[in-house]
């Protein structure tokens, strides 16, 4: 136990520092690109203007001694500094300084395209890799905190770029080029005490530093969680009015809030004692140089200007020191923010195109799957060893209780998952073995949710086909029924959706999302619960047209409600990951098996009477007996503590 308590700090910082190495590694690249000559030549210049700032920077003090050694009349061997006079070096002083500060913006504004291009180019691969990434890992991760990690890390890109190259780098080499000036103009001992206090403030603020970046993580995590509850709560706005929630989700908020000002109050309070103990480290050491050039001066070693030039060194060291502590927080904290960010693009996408991969030919539209089985989870299996044909241009519907597997299937056909058992063809070629793109451009899928861009509702039904002329977008939303209604709007087409599309009906948004399936004019249809969300009549009206479009094409249902898919060539009944049961509408009811108990029950529902279950004749008991199986749909109310419902 004591064995595991000393060692796992020390494993912390050797992976810490791999952590930070590793990230540093990833960021050079885009820094020094290959191929990109432009970018390399604006680095080399921005050093090149650095190195000169730099350079200038450290002799200005000589002129500011030369000055005052004119002034005060003590210039010994210096005869030219009677010739060129207090004035002309005061003015020589000005225009170093100004030299100083100009070639410092000089490599400012040269780097400054290299920096957004790699910011660019950071942020766009991320959010590309993000929309490679599996359906499972989209499901379980939270999006406020997903995008917050983007956001934090492409910072800490901005910010290692522009401090670590053009603050850490350049105060590196000043620190080295005054300790020279020290060591060979004054003495040995005067670059000692330099070394010395730049050695303890520097191991200070790194020490105070890492022990400040620990509560900053805390704070972060504080904030990610703060932020994805408000996120979270205000995607379901509508959620929490129906349960008079406003109150709760405040409470759920500001107890996140609370725990983000406890870590802030923290920060604070260290960054408090980390610039206090700042302040005596380099105080005492300029002090303490002071003194040394104040005996010099007095001995006559040294002159007032000697004096003057230390005390300049001193305070020109100071302030980048100052800024040290910070900016090294801040690197660390970026490096941290970063590492999230390349964790997310080291994330293997589970499913991935191999090597060689065709792109799907369709030459029918024939969908096999061949002893198929799969499971999100290893222990939980979902389908097991389903083996269904669908035949080329065939309407065939799948349905079955919740759980049974039918979106399942709709989620293999559209490769968001592997089948980790069997096969899944279509037209015979492996989906495994072609690529992404061109079997998502021969599917159309119209989900059961249907989620809209905040965007017009032109944009929105062009999503399908975005090269699609105007009057193909009229006519998609003709045939979707939705035409007139997108007319008498005030701005018709160029309405926007809002968030979510939250400003349109449920049957609305489903209505759009018909509009650009059928516009992007797929040879396979996959339809998942496609018109749950409409009224009685305006579903027949788009079954018509579903009905129309599906013609010669392949359609594959996965429905709910019965009496839409009563006129399929063929309806396949899952129970458990299995098939139980297949055939036509009326073959099924013949049979008078699940399907049959299904059909009951449902009639029944529509027409607000108990559910009635088949005669014992034949195959009646299988009927009664899967009738049984059903939810008791008032077995909750019973649940209910007395006086609850009514």
């Known amino acids: ?194 070394l010395v206090t730049i050695g303890l403030y520097v191991t200070y603020t790194f020490k105070v530093t890492e022990w400040r970046v620990k509560i900053r993580r805390q704070m972060n995590e504080q904030d990610t969680d703060a932020n994805q509850k408000a996120i979270d709560s205000l ?38 004692a980390l610039n206090f103990g700042q302040s005596v480290i380099i105080t005492c050491g300029l002090v303490i140089v002071m003194v040394m050039a104040a005996f010099g001066v007095r001995a006559g070693v040294l002159t007032v200007g000697d004096f003057v030039m230390v005390n300049a060194y001193m305070i020109q060291i100071t302030l980048p020191l100052n800024f040290l502590g910070t900016v090294y927080r801040e690197i660390r904290q970026s490096l941290v923010d970063m590492g999230e960010m390349f964790d997310l693009l080291e994330q293997p996408a589970e499913v991935t195109d191999r090597p060689g991969a065709r792109a799907l030919a369709i030459s029918g539209g024939e969908v096999v799957l061949d002893g198929v089985s799969f499971g999100y989870d290893a222990a939980r299996p979902i389908l097991k060893n389903v083996s269904l044909k669908i035949g080329a241009g065939q309407r065939v519907a799948i349905v079955g209780p919740s759980g049974s597997g039918k979106s399942t299937i709709g989620r293999l056909l559209f490769r968001f998952y ?86 349109l009906s449920g049957g609305e948004k489903q209505r759009v999302g018909i509009a650009r399936t059928l516009l992007k004019n797929p040879p396979i249809l996959l339809l998942d619960e496609a018109t749950s969300a409409l009224d009685t009549q305006t579903e027949r009206d788009i079954q018509d047209s579903l009905r129309a479009m599906g013609e010669g094409r392949t359609v594959v249902t996965i429905a709910h409600r019965l009496s839409t898919i009563a006129d399929a060539d063929r309806i396949v009944v899952l129970e458990s990951g299995r098939i139980v049961e297949e055939g036509r509408h009326d073959q099924l009811l013949a049979h008078k098996g699940r399907y049959a108990a299904m059909w009951a029950r449902q009639s029944a529902e529509e027409d607000g009477l108990p559910a009635a279950r088949p005669a014992d004749d034949g195959g009646a008991n299988r009927g009664a007996e899967a009738a049984k199986d059903w939810p008791d749909n008032d077995a909750w109310r019973r649940a209910l503590p007395s006086g609850t419902g009514g």
């Open 418 to 503: 592997d089948v980790t058992g069997g096969s899944l063809k279509i037209d015979g070629q492996d989906l495994r073995d072609v690529t992404q793109d061109s079997l998502h451009r021969q599917i159309g899928v119209v989900p059961q949710d249907t989620v809209l861009f905040n965007d017009t509702v032109l944009y929105n039904i062009a999503y399908g086909r975005p090269e699609a002329s105007k009057r193909e977008i009229v006519a998609a939303a003709r045939a979707a029924k939705i035409h007139d209604f997108i007319i008498s709007l005030p701005e018709g087409y160029d309405t926007r959706v809002g968030e979510r599309g939250l400003k």
């Open 1 to 194: 136990m004591a064995a595991r308590i000393v060692t796992e700090p020390l494993q912390t910082c050797a992976e810490r520092r791999k952590g930070g190495l590793h990230t540093i590694r990833k960021v050079a690249p885009y820094l020094w690109p290959a191929g990109e000559l432009w970018v390399r030549r604006r680095v080399v210049l921005s050093m090149l203007a650095l190195v000169l700032a730099k350079v200038v920077s450290v002799l200005t003090p000589f002129l500011y001694k030369a000055a005052v050694d004119s002034l005060s009349s003590e210039s010994r061997d210096d005869t030219w500094l009677l010739a060129v006079g207090a004035i002309g070096l005061t003015v020589a002083y000005g225009v170093a300084r100004l030299g100083n500060t100009g070639f410092s913006e000089l490599r400012d504004a040269i780097f400054v395209r290299v920096g957004q291009r790699a910011l660019r180019k950071l942020a766009l691969e991320t959010f590309t890799h993000i929309h490679r990434l599996s359906m499972r890992y989209h499901i379980t991760r939270k999006t406020g905190g997903l995008s917050r990690v983007i956001e934090r890390g492409v910072k800490g890109v901005d910010f290692l770029l522009r401090f670590m190259l053009l603050s850490v780098g350049p105060l590196i080499l000043e620190l080295s080029m005054v300790t020279v000036i020290f060591a060979l103009v004054f003495d040995w001992r005067y670059a000692v005490v330099v």
């Open 235 to 272: 995607i379901n706005f509508e959620t929490v009015k129906y349960f008079g929630a406003e109150t709760r989700e405040a409470q759920r908020y500001d107890a996140a809030m609370a725990g983000y000002e406890v870590a802030a109050v923290k920060t604070g309070l260290s960054l408090s």
